[in-house]
């Protein structure tokens, strides 16, 4: 047996590979369809789609074979991405390469082997689809070529998802940065609050039920903060051996540490999992001054739905880097109060003379650790000091001293002196003055080194200031407004662009005042999705510019608390009027070309129903079927273009509804006799289960029939041959409901939240061969909202559908309970 060798690429290889986020993830049907599809059109009993990664082959789909990888030194994979062609092996025993390969001499009994390499979007082979054989066989040119197809649409399958996962990464990395910069909305808030708000931040982003920030020292693990369920046993000041603890591990490993589900991975024998038993863990040291303090780590008793992604990782790692800024802010804070109250850094007394001289009367030894001279330097002169002081500050400490000499008032400063080795550092200042008898001022005070807690603070405000400029760079909106009274609080330049305020006037209006009135229903179902869920949207509504004219937006938002435990939302609002245009544009479009070509079509369709009924003569039997398929054909394109109309019609409110109040058995039995002839040509049978026949409502009876015709013809289009479809009414919900209920195959997965677009076709192969438009589901919608209506769906795939008509029914027109 000869191992395969690995790429001369095979670092870079590896990357694209992990950036596929494929790995040890669930099966997929839109791969296995592919698999399916192989297994069946080469008639052999094993189809893969073969991953090839760093000492293995995984399995992303298989058929035929029970397990999911295989070592990458016995893989027949790992020898056919070492080339771009398509890598066969039509008899295992006859090739030396593989005569006594364990895969060939036991189970699954290789004999034949043919893989199509899979391609990343930058051309680096990821793998194979692969089939297998338990006999020699070779392959023909067509053959080859359906593998190497079927190969190029599970690349498609590979790079559509590779692709969308980075964008749905950069949208999450800006939310992240919006969540982080919530923190900086009141810095004044006390610590215990800002580390409540990190540790809730966490939680809800991870999904993660306790956050913990813990203190490390020597071996011992103590809980200085946590947010956790009201029934959780833990407390402030709980401490444990680091040891027994799972930061162990992340200290083990000597970074930020993610485990998803702990009893399926490889620390599942740590002994901390056997004390704690928590599934999913995840941390981050904390670590200021060059030393490690403890860690942030969030965890659950529960494992997570779907593993930790590396924008949580990234997360975890931002939001520690925050905790570490704050820390050390207060850690320094606390060590200054701690040295001012016994031993200032340099406590003096300066005097100003009446002849402009100054000098120190007093100065303590801790002169020496700022400005690296002894007391004795500054007796008779001061001039020293201020040279010390950094020549951007100068002048602003002289003009302090000079106002707080005048006023007599406390002076106070923060600026930078250079000591003796050359550097740079602050120091902060606070003296009372007094005036002396004979004019002079003397300042009792002190001088502080405060060189790391100003750093930090400078540090921390250039975080919040990244965070902010996030903030006003978006070039989407971004509105931040109090949920109880919906007052703004503040606002980015793109949505001061779009609304035509400034920012003053924004601040001084709320929600109200840039919301139409037609939208109170669905602003107060945004209310309610953020009282239960916490966001809303997105949704598409109008917004009022200061003009007082109206633009569309794309609207939703996130429920966040302020320091002070204030609910506000922050919401991102996106202008779509030129989607909106553009959309408009197409359908104006659509609507020309229909009526420029009705006109001729009908005189087309005409003259071909008229050859075809023989009225120019006798037709040869050629002649006559293209004459007929021609006619078939114009009738589609004019039931095409006559939707088109009515969609237009629709779109546009140009459709006259004739509203009155009719009887809705009698539209559906209507209906049912308009489209049984069709049912019968599809071996189709209908049942008509009515069970509220007196029903009335106020509708237009003709466009009530259109909507039920569409979903009648589209369930007897996707039955099965002697399939039955079924109509019954009800009442739900104080409104009267038609259903209708196929047993077809059902509506996949991934088309249903497209089944109400125009032109949406679930398989346009399919409906080719059944007909249809793609129209029918769209009219229906339309008609039934314009008439105060609603339709809806729910489907199995594989069992069938059930498609609904929402009416309110007449209630001037109820029955009585005998009646009934």
């Known amino acids: 047996m000869i191992a395969p060798e690995s790429p001369l690429n095979e670092a870079v290889r590896l990357l694209a590979l992990k950036r596929t986020h494929l790995l040890d993830t669930s099966p997929e049907e839109r791969f296995d369809r592919f698999t399916r599809m192989a297994k ?44 771009d062609r398509l890598f066969i092996v039509e008899d295992t025993h006859e090739d030396s390469r593989f005569a006594d390969n364990p895969l060939v001499t036991g ?109 490390i020292t020597t071996d011992v693990y103590t809980i200085r903060w946590f947010r956790a369920p009201d029934d959780s046993p833990l407390e402030a000041g709980l401490s444990l051996p680091v040891e027994q603890t799972y930061c162990a591990l992340m200290l083990a490993k000597g970074d930020h540490l993610a485990i998803s589900h702990m009893g399926d991975s490889r620390y599942r024998h740590q002994s901390c999992y056997a004390q704690m038993g928590l599934e999913s863990y995840i941390a981050a040291p904390i670590e200021f001054d060059g030393k490690l303090f403890g860690t942030l780590n969030f965890s659950s008793v529960s494992p997570r739905s ?36 016994n031993v200032p850094g340099m406590l003096y007394q300066y005097q100003v003379l009446q002849d402009g001289g100054s000098r120190f009367l007093y100065s303590s030894d801790g002169i020496r650790d700022i400005y690296g001279i002894p007391p004795e330097a500054v007796k008779e002169d001061a001039g020293i000091i201020f040279d010390a002081v950094h020549p951007d ?28 080795d050359g550097n740079w550092i602050w120091v902060e200042g606070r003296a009372t003055p007094e005036r002396r008898p004979d004019d002079s001022v003397i300042w009792h005070g002190f001088l502080a080194n405060v060189d790391e807690k100003k750093r930090s603070q400078l540090a921390l405000a250039e975080r919040e200031q990244l965070l902010r400029t996030l903030f006003e760079l978006s070039p989407i909106g971004i509105l931040l407004t109090s949920f109880k009274s919906g007052q703004n609080f503040d606002v980015n330049a793109a949505l001061l662009e779009y609304s035509g305020y400034s920012h003053t006037e924004f601040l001084a209006l709320n929600y109200w005042d840039v919301t139409p009135g037609d939208y109170t229903e669905q602003s107060q179902q945004a209310i309610t999705d953020l009282k239960e869920h916490g966001r809303f949207g997105p949704v598409e509504q109008e917004f009022i510019r200061k003009d007082g004219t109206r633009f569309p937006i794309l609207f939703q ?33 659509i609507s020309t070309v229909s009526h420029e070509l009705r006109t001729p079509l009908t005189s087309i369709s005409g003259s071909l129903g008229l050859i075809a009924g023989g009225v120019f003569g006798h037709l040869p039997e050629k002649v006559k079927a293209m004459v007929a398929i021609a006619a078939r054909n114009s009738d589609q394109l004019k039931h095409l273009i006559d939707g088109l109309l009515d969609m237009e019609k629709l779109v546009f409110g140009k459709m006259e509804l004739r509203m009155h109040s009719e009887n809705i058995s009698a539209i559906i039995q209507d209906s049912l006799d308009r489209t049984s002839t069709y049912a019968v040509d599809r071996q189709i049978s209908l049942r008509f289960e009515n069970h509220h026949p007196w029903v009335k409502a106020v509708i237009d009876a003709r466009r009530l029939g259109q909507a039920l015709d569409n979903l009648l013809s589209n369930a007897i289009k996707f039955s099965p041959p002697e399939a039955e479809v079924v109509i019954l009414t009800h009442l739900h919900d104080g409104l009267f409901r038609i259903e209708v209920t196929d047993y077809g195959t059902g509506i996949p997965e991934a088309f249903r939240a497209r089944i109400f677009e125009k032109f949406a076709q679930a398989d346009s192969s399919d409906t080719r061969g059944r007909g249809g438009t793609g129209l029918g589901l769209a009219i229906t919608r339309e008609i039934m909202s314009q008439m105060g209506g609603g339709v809806g769906f729910k489907s199995t795939e594989g069992y069938g559908s059930t498609f609904w008509l929402d009416i309110k029914p007449d209630e001037s027109d109820k029955p009585d309970e005998s009646d009934e």
């Open 557 to 589: 938002g996130v429920l966040v608390e302020r320091a002070d435990n204030e609910p506000l939302v922050w919401s991102l609002v996106e202008d779509i009027s030129e989607r909106r245009k553009v959309d408009r544009m197409k359908n104006e479009f």
């Open 393 to 420: 500050d100068l002048g602003y400490v002289n003009a302090s001293v000079d106002r707080s000499q005048e006023s007599l008032a406390v002076w106070e400063s923060e600026f930078r002196v250079r000591t003796p």
């Open 306 to 341: 779907k593993p930790f992604t590396d924008l949580d990782r990234l997360f975890i790692v931002w939001l520690a880097q925050w905790m570490a800024a704050l820390l050390q802010q207060h850690s320094h804070e606390d060590t200054l109060r701690k040295l001012s109250e």
């Open 107 to 215: 189970p699954p009994n290789i004999r034949f082997y043919a893989g199509a390499q899979l391609r990343s979007h930058e051309g680096y082979r990821l793998g194979t689809l692969c089939i297998i054989d338990t006999r020699p066989r070779s392959l023909d040119g067509d053959q080859r070529m359906l593998l190497e197809e079927l190969a190029r649409c599970v690349d498609e399958e590979i790079n559509d998802f590779e692709a969308s996962k980075s964008r749905q990464e950069q949208l999450e990395k800006t939310r992240i940065l919006s969540a982080l910069n919530n923190l900086t909305v009141d810095a004044s808030a006390p610590l215990e609050q800002k580390i409540d708000m990190a540790l809730d931040l966490g939680r809800q982003h991870l999904e993660l039920e306790t956050g913990i920030v813990s203190e």
């Open 40 to 83: 069946l059109a080469f008639d052999v009993p094993i189809a893969l789609v073969s991953l090839v990664d760093e000492k293995r082959q995984w399995f992303k789909s298989c058929q035929g074979l029970e397990a999911r990888e295989t070592p990458r030194d016995i893989s027949f994979c790992g020898h056919a991405i070492l080339s």
